[in-house]
């Protein structure tokens, strides 16, 4: 059985950092994740994702260089730290894993387990 546990959001300013952390449970450690955001009225999209051996990340084209996600396999852990916030940003955000010694992937429907998300607001 996959859990997976978001935790670190918050509301904070324009310009500030936040790092978001994803607890694993189960096999997560060994699959591979995805950080996506849902804001209000809009469609979940994903954010960035990262394979299961931390080797290969990939980003959306909104927060690159700004974002970062990595993970500790040892710790069970994925984070995604996220850096000169814009209230654009301002989303529900969660973590999902896909399947075991996988690949990250953007597409949303390739994903099995699914956190139960963390608010980030970011105000101007």
């Known amino acids: 059985q996959v859990q997976l546990v978001e935790s670190g959001g918050g509301l904070v300013q324009a310009g500030d950092s936040l790092r978001l952390s994803c607890g694993l449970s189960?096999?997560?450690?060994?699959?591979?994740m995805g950080w996506f955001r849902q804001a209000p009225g809009k469609e979940r999209e994903f954010v960035a994702g990262?394979?299961?051996?931390?080797?290969?990340?990939g980003y959306a084209d909104s927060v690159k260089a700004r974002f970062t996600i990595s993970r500790d396999n040892a710790k069970n852990m994925v984070y995604l730290q996220m850096n000169n916030l814009k209230p654009e940003d301002t989303a529900v955000y969660y973590c999902a894993a896909r399947a075991i010694f996988s690949g990250y992937s953007p597409r949303e429907n390739e994903y099995d387990y699914w956190g139960q998300g963390t608010q980030v607001t970011v105000s101007s």
């Open positions: 189960g096999r997560a450690n060994r699959c591979g």
């Open positions: 990262i394979s299961w051996t931390g080797t290969s990340t």
